[in-house]
């Protein structure tokens, strides 16, 4: 069964830095590519960084700050968040690229603020 399980994030505050980690069990991971997904409050998920062979950034508001990454011998994602922004508050979720393809984790908040 595909699972996706987020984790690293918590209350920062501006300036600040944060971790993103995301698991991913069930599929053949090496194959894919893989992107993290914002939904602040009130708004739609949206795609902000992908990696396949080299990462994209989606949102321009992020490039710069944040560095997306993968392991594939351990089938995981990740993204390295600087110089946070309250404009980063929101939940965050790994998936494929740039089309999701497999069902949501729980997402992890990343809260930014003073």
């Known amino acids: 069964q595909e699972q996706l399980v987020e984790s690293g994030g918590g209350l920062v505050q501006p300036g600040g830095s944060l971790r993103l980690s995301c698991a991913a069990s069930g599929m053949i991971f090496s194959r894919r590519t893989w992107g993290w997904y914002r939904q602040g409050l009130g708004k739609q998920r949206e795609l902000i960084a992908y990696?396949?062979?080299?990462?994209?950034y989606v949102d321009s508001f992020v490039k710069g700050r944040f560095v997306i990454s993968r392991d594939n011998a351990k089938n995981m994602v990740y993204l390295e968040m600087s110089d946070l922004k309250p404009e980063d508050t929101g939940v965050y979720y790994c998936?494929?690229?740039?089309?999701?393809?497999?069902?949501w984790g729980q997402g992890t908040l990343v809260t930014v603020s003073s």
């Open positions: 998936n494929t690229a740039p089309e999701w393809g497999i069902q």
């Open positions: 990696v396949g062979n080299i990462p994209i």
